[in-house]
Structures are given as C-alpha cells and as structure tokens.
C-alpha cells in the first residue's frame, strides 16, 4: 500500500512580526491591527520557491536515499521560471538521478496535495518525492501581506517503510476566484474576505472532507487529527465549529509562528501532526484554494523508525527576527534602493558554461582522487594534492551533503550585495576538501573561526535584465 | 640551480608619474612622462631602445589590450612590444622580461613600462570584472573583493596567534601609520599626509577586521625603467643599479582548495623569497637587506610578508612592528616612500614604482626620506590573493 515514507521541513531563518509590518503601514491600513499577532516566515532575499523547495528536499535524505527517487514533483503558485524547468534545477540540487520524472504542479492553492494524490496513485514508482513550497507577495499593509508567509515541505511516498498509509482521497474542483494573479503580477489579489471564507472556505472544506469520509465509510470522529489550512486565525477556529469537531482533533494553523504558506501550509501541517501522531492515528488533510483535497491517512509502526521526526519544531526554533520593515521590502523587491554603480554591473550568464559545469554549479559535485584519496572541488583533470597529482584518477564526489568548518571568514562592506555586509568565507569539509563560499542566514558577530556550517542551494543573483537567475550553494551555521 | 641573472643587467634610467586621480590626464599622458623622465635619466633616446614590455592589468578601463598602445603613444619605431599582465605583479614581469631579453643578448638597450587608468569606471575600489577563470567565477565563487580576500588572512591570523581584534587592529594600524608617515615626505605619492595610529583603528571597516586605512588607495599611474647589461652599464652613468635577483612564483592553488594551507600565511611569497634569496645568494635575509618596498596592498599583507621574507619570526612580526624595526630610522626601513598605502596602486606600474624607490635610494637620491648607505633593496609585489597568487621579488644593488 503506497504511503509516506519520509518528510522533510524547510522554513527560512528570518522571522517578521507582525507588529512591525503594523507599525510601519498601520498609519495607511489601520484595520490589520486585529492581524497583528505574532510573526511569519520570510524567506532570505537569496531565496525563492525553488532553493526553498531544495531545501526541503535535502532535509528527507535522513530517512530515504536519493539513488531510490525516480520521480519528482514540485507544487507551487510561486516558482520562479515559466519557462525553464523548476523541477529541473530541483533535481540537479538534490543530487538525483537525470533519469528522473519530474512535473510542476501550480496554478492554486491546492497544488501540494494534489502532487501528493498524483504520487500516492502511481504504483509503479519506485520512490516520489513531492516539494511543496510558496512565498506569495502580499502588497505592502495589505491583509495578505499580514497572513502570508514562506516555507517548504518535502514528503516522500513509497510503497516500502510506510510510515502513513493512504486510506482515499476526494478531490474538488471550482473556478473559485478568491485568491488570484495573472501573468505579469508579483502581488496576489483577492475578493471581499467575508465572501471567500462564507462561500468558499465555510462551503469547500467541508464539502471535501464529507466526500472523502462518506467514501471511506468513516465518521469524522473517528479522525485523530483534522488539518485544513486557515483562512485567518478566527476563520480557522470557525470552521472547526462548523465541522463539530472537539479542539483537540483540530491541527494547529501556525499562523501566528509562520503565516500562510499557500500550497505548502496544509502539507507543513500535516508534518506536525505526523510528528505528534502514534501508530493507529488517522489523519486527515485538507487543503483550499479552487476547490478543496482531502486526503485520509492512517500512521503505522514504521513512524517510530524515523531517524528525525522532529524537524518542524527544530525549523520553528532555529530562526532570527527581521526587525526592519524596510529591509523586508527590499528582500522582496518592493523597494528602489540606490545599489551604487557597482552594484549595477551584471556580467552576463554564460548558459552553455552553466550547463557543461552542471556538476559543480548545480549539484555540488567535486571529485575524489583514486589514487590519494582526496576529496577536492570543482573537479580537475589534475589532483589538488601536491604529493600526488595523479591525472585522470577523479570520480564524483557529493559536497552538498557534508558538514564542513569555516577556516576563516570577513564581513566585506566594499563588494555588493542584497543584505551587506558580504559575508563569505573558506570551508574546509569534513573528510577533506576545501572552498570558498558566501555565508548567509548569519551575522558576523555570531562567526567564529572553526564553526561548523552545511551547504545551502541559493539564489546568487538575479539578473533582471536578462531573464537569468544564476544559483549556487553558500554555508550556513550548522542546523542539522 | 641555474645560473640566475645576477649582476648580468643594471637599470641606467627611470622615470615615474605623481600617482593619483588623474581625473584629466589619459593612460598616453602619463605613458609618455614616464618615458620621458626615464631616457632623460638613462641619458638616451628613443631610437636607442631596441625592445619593449608593457605592463597593465585592467585592459577594460581605459589603457587596451595588446602593446599597441604603449608603441603607439611613444611612436616606437616598430620594434618588438610586448603586453604582460600578471595581475598586480605585471609591473615586475615587465623588467623581468626586459632584462631576460637584455642578458640573452638578443637586444641591448630595453624598456620596461607600465601604466593603469582604473578611475573611470564610477565607483570605488577596483573595477568589478572577472578575474580567475573569467566568467566561470560568477557562477562558482563568492563575489569577493580584494579587501575581503585579505581580510580573512587577519581573520585566520588574529586566531591563530591570540590576537584580540582589538591587539591586531593596533599591530596593522603601526604599519600604516609608518607607512603614511614616510608617504608624507614622498613628493610622487598619491596621500601625503601622517595618520596616527588611533584614526587608523577608529577608520570605517571595509572588510571586517580592515577599515579604511588598512587598505591601500585605487590611483593611476605610470612607472619605467631601462635596462641594459651590467658591464655596459657605467658607460651610460656613474651610478646605476645591478640586479641581484628576479623571481616569479606562482601559486598552483594548493593553498585555496587542498586542507594544508594555515591561512595565516602567503605560501608563494615565501617560495619566491627563497629562490631569491638564492639567486642573489642572501643567507642571512634580516642581515643582509637595508631596505624593502614590498606589496602593502592591505596592511595585513605587509605583516606576513615580513614573514614569508624571513625577516621576522612566524607568529613574531608584531614585535618587529612594535620595536620600529622597519621604519624609516630602523633597522630595515619598509615602505620609505610611504609604500601602496601613500601611493596608491595602479596595477601594472606599481612593481616598477617599487623599484624605482629603490633605485633612487641606492642612488642617494631621496632627500629627507634618504636611508643611510643602502646596499641592497628589495621588491615585492603580489598579485591575486593570499591563497591564489604570483608574486615578483626583484634584489637590486649599487655595487656590481
């Protein structure tokens, strides 16, 4: 029986509370006040959708092994490329197999958990890997500006080292128009709130849910725990009255720690029912947006295996406060800030090197001497080591996985970047090799020569001009 | 070991421009007063010089690629030119190549040049161009500056010696207040002012643990030298200066991808101040060497070099900085014309820059910043990074 076999959490490091998004637009919005409560999830200006979706990805590799994937889905209203494959560079980070299916799922809300029935119903793969991640861009005091937040999650379904089998699901479909964008939007748009959450969230959920119960021949009290997304936080509470259902079943919303994560906000939650859940629970999921999935889950004995069930509280911890609204503009590109000549100067992408250095570029890929033994990045025909030298003697050797230290490191004032000063620094890995990388998610007050940092796929520049964005690996403090 | 080039080539003539923002003056310009100041010296003319080299690093800004902009702003009557650029050594690869040229016999009288416009690009710092591996770094390297790739050898340093940021910053800051100090009575410097030691310390950061002082200005210049063979060399003057030694080393990058490198050190400044030492058969460096003008692009590198040349102890430079072992009245002045930091650093002519302090001060010719009977000067100029370089060390004496 095909289920969940691994799950893995990213949410970026920088929180924004929603008090300071009050205190800077409040004067123009003043009814967001009754939003702001709590904080959400921003991505780092280095960030979007896809390295997000990266770094869920990689955060399964504790419990699944990359060489089994066969098939890749990434869900998302929010991917960068329209026309060059997200998935694509998805599966060149991961470190996955070119032979790889992989697909977007996009267009609404409810993406995620349709890439996860679309895996769940395909029995001849041998390992799916579904990434769902968003960072929808509300406009600037708006309400969607207050709910929205970022973040990423992974699951991966198998038929083997099921830790939540599939029991049904039922899907919905309507051209429900709450939450929209065209083409050309960066900000997503919405009808009246009072209609969205009376005709829509009130009316789709259940409806969904009702459909998936009645199919199964279950009743909703014999559900452990009932994940639907929120609307806002009262909205979330309401409909659990609707739905008859006691508190305790009901999954927490996580507005108030990370916003909204649009398509992946049901699946995050679903991973911290998972991490709560014994053997025996039934979960049930839901998500909203053009219509509405459920699917119903029951969580086996498999799920005391997991290496690490506890990764969204480890990312909900491991996080730091954006305390400047301004900067949080200028991270999402809603600010026209005078860059300086130097930072105007964008050398071109040079495509065809991208592609013939894919191994170095997108997957981190060095090489291991066969005749010494050392590990070196990027890969040459002549080892790095002085005592060797050895010529033609390299195979593949993954760094993306491997923690490393930093050597030593500067905080540079002089070179441009999105969030100056530059940090970047040397890394030695752990079982050899060494590099140079810029470090983000850190301050250089908190570096220390010999910390231990991981490997982080980015965004390392945009090139607006031209269409590009070119992305590279940084080290980050040790999370783990 | 080869036989080596000392005491085969001698430099009758140099000339140097005032080094600075020549906001109206083109690379031509300042080409052209080089040279003239330099035949004026060597007592020659331009038809004597059989053969050329040309140094200059950023192509891009304003000078251009290939010789034919140093042959065509002297008119040179189509003789060989040749452009070598070795990053911010290029200046010691082109009297190196002038005097492999002369000492071969295969011309007689050479002229080494170089020059740098790097103001026209609107910003500070150096211009933001690929450097190693052209358009290849963009993709795999973190866009760093040169102050940021020096700033992390103080940053390994500080560690590994139990320097407090506090105690480090002070030892780089004696260095360029020295430095500064010396600048002050340099006529061609580009800063000409002393800086005490405290508003060097308080200074903005550039790249933390730098600040402003620590790193040395963008400026424009141009430097020559010309070279004939030592023995012909008293028919042209009275005094001229015999090289001792002329090496190039290059990193192979061992340094910047392979775990050995400590960081706290510049490996190839150390390799090439070994063979030139033996070129120039120095045993004792601390000893034997009055003098040095050496590649102070940051002040931090000015500290490990004084390591990598064997001049200090490893781990001990501080206390050759503190006892003013290498100012202007010590042991071994460093930087008597106030170094990169008073001058500034237009890349192609910086190393012939050094040479030409040193030349003027073995000729007695430096007026109040003169250094009491020097035998022996050294140069060394870097280019590229702690752990990525070339490095050009040039030994000249006034006695054959």
Redesign the interface.
């Known amino acids: 029986m095909a289920g969940i076999t691994a799950y893995g959490v990213y949410l970026p490091y920088y929180r924004l509370k929603r008090e300071t998004i009050f205190k800077a637009m409040g004067w123009f919005t003043p009814g967001i006040a009754g939003h702001a409560k709590g904080e959400k999830a921003i991505a780092n200006y280095d960030e979007d959708s896809v390295t997000m979706a990266i770094a869920a990805g990689m955060d399964c590799f504790t419990d699944i092994s990359r060489e089994k994937i066969n098939t890749l889905y990434l869900a998302s209203t929010t991917l960068p490329n329209k026309e060059r494959g997200n998935a694509s560079i998805a599966c060149g980070a991961l470190n996955l197999s070119p032979n790889t299916r992989v697909a977007e799922f996009s267009g609404c809300l409810k993406s995620g958990t349709t890439a996860l029935i679309t895996a769940l119903n395909e029995p001849n793969s041998e390992l799916t890997m579904i990434s769902a991640s968003d960072c929808r861009l509300g406009k600037a005091g708006g309400t969607q500006e207050q709910l929205s937040g970022d973040g990423a999650v992974a699951i991966a379904v198998g038929n083997e080292g099921v830790i939540a089998s599939l029991i049904g699901y039922y899907s919905l479909s309507y051209d429900f128009a709450d939450y929209r964008r065209m083409d050309s939007d960066k900000f997503t748009r919405s009808w009246e709130q009072r209609w969205i959450r009376d005709a829509g969230y009130f009316k789709m959920i259940p409806e969904a849910i009702n459909g998936l119960l009645t199919k199964c021949g279950i009743q909703i009290n014999d559900i452990t725990k009932v994940i639907y997304p929120p609307l806002s936080i009262r909205d979330h509470r309401d409909l659990a009255k609707r739905l008859v259902l006691e508190p305790d079943k009901v999954q927490a919303h996580l507005i108030e720690s990370i916003g909204s994560t649009g398509s992946a906000h049901p699946l995050i939650m679903l991973i911290a029912a998972l991490e709560e859940a014994q053997p025996g629970d039934k979960i049930l999921v839901a998500s909203f947006g053009s219509g509405s999935d459920a699917l119903l889950f029951q969580v086996t004995e498999d799920i005391k295996k997991l290496k690490n069930r506890n990764k969204l509280k480890r990312n909900l911890d491991y996080k730091g406060e954006l305390e400047n609204y301004i900067k949080y503009l200028s991270f999402k590109g809603m600010l026209a800030k005078e860059m300086?000549?130097?930072g105007e100067?964008i050398?071109?992408?040079?495509l065809s090197?991208?592609w013939r250095?894919r191994n170095?570029?997108l997957r981190l890929v060095g090489s291991k001497c066969k005749a010494c033994g050392?590990p070196?990045?990027?890969t040459e025909r002549l080892c790095?080591?002085?005592d060797c030298g050895a010529m033609d003697q390299m195979e593949d050797y993954s760094f993306s996985d491997k923690t490393g230290h930093l050597?030593?490191?500067?905080?540079?004032?002089?070179?441009?970047?999105e969030d100056p000063?530059?940090l970047?620094?040397?890394v030695?890995f752990e079982g050899?090799?060494?590099?140079?990388?810029?470090l983000t998610d850190c301050r250089?007050e908190s570096l220390e020569?010999g910390q231990p940092v991981q490997m982080t796929f980015r965004r390392?520049?945009l090139d607006e001009i031209r269409s590009v964005a070119?992305y590279?690996w940084k080290a980050m403090p040790f999370k783990g | 070991m080869a036989e080596g080039i000392k005491n085969k080539v001698a430099i009758i003539g140099m000339g140097c421009t005032k080094f600075g923002e020549h906001w109206d003056r083109s690379a031509e310009s300042l080409i052209v007063e080089a040279f003239e100041e330099a035949i004026t010296d060597a007592g020659i003319e331009k038809k004597d010089i059989d053969a050329a080299w040309h140094s200059t690093c950023f192509d891009e800004v304003n000078v251009g690629k290939s010789a034919i902009p140093l042959a065509a702003a002297l008119k040179l009557p189509y003789i060989p030119v040749t452009r070598v650029e070795n990053f911010c050594a290029s200046g010691t690869e082109a009297v190196r190549a002038a005097s492999y040229a002369v000492a071969s016999g295969s011309c007689d009288i050479a002229l080494a040049l170089g020059v740098e416009k790097l103001k026209d690009i609107g910003y500070g710092g150096l211009p933001d161009f690929s450097q190693l591996r052209g358009i290849y770094n963009r993709q795999i390297f973190p866009n760093v500056t040169a102050p940021g790739q020096f700033a992390m050898l103080a940053t390994r340093y500080f560690n590994r010696y139990g320097l407090s940021p506090e105690e480090g910053k002070r030892t780089l800051a004696k260095i360029s207040a020295k430095s500064h100090a010396n600048g002050a009575l340099t006529p061609k410097a580009h800063l000409r002012r002393k800086v005490d030691v405290e508003t060097i310390m308080n200074a903005p950061i550039i790249a933390w643990p730098l600040g402003l002082f620590d790193c040395c200005g963008v400026t424009e210049g141009a430097a020559a030298a010309i070279i004939v063979r030592a023995d012909e060399a008293k028919a042209f003057r009275s005094d001229p200066v015999y090289v001792k030694a002329l090496q190039i080393a290059v990193s192979p990058e061992e340094e910047y991808r392979y775990n050995k490198w400590d960081g706290t050190h510049v490996e190839t400044t150390y390799r090439c101040g070994v063979r030139a030492y033996e070129e120039a058969g120095i045993k004792n460096p601390r000893e034997e060497i009055s003098m040095m003008e050496v590649h102070d692009c940051f002040s931090i590198t000015e500290l490990v070099i004084y390591e990598d040349l064997q001049i200090s102890l490893r781990g001990r430079a501080k206390e050759d900085v503190d006892s003013g072992f290498f100012e202007l009245n010590g042991k071994m002045p460093c930087q008597s014309d106030g170094g990169l930091k008073s001058f500034g650093h237009p890349i192609g002519a910086s190393g012939i820059r050094m040479i030409y302090e040193e030349y003027k001060q073995l000729q007695g010719k430096c007026g109040e910043r003169q250094i009491k009977n020097p035998r022996l000067g050294l140069t060394h100029n870097l280019g590229g990074f702690p752990a990525n370089c070339v490095i050009g060390i040039s030994i000249w004496g006034n006695e054959l």
């Open positions: 300086g000549i130097r100067e050398t071109p992408t040079s090197l991208a250095e170095a570029v050392t070196q990045y990027p790095i080591n002085p050597f030593t490191y500067t905080a540079d004032h002089l070179a441009y970047s000063p530059a970047y620094g040397i030695d050899g090799g060494r590099y140079w990388f810029d250089l020569v390392r520049y070119g590279f």
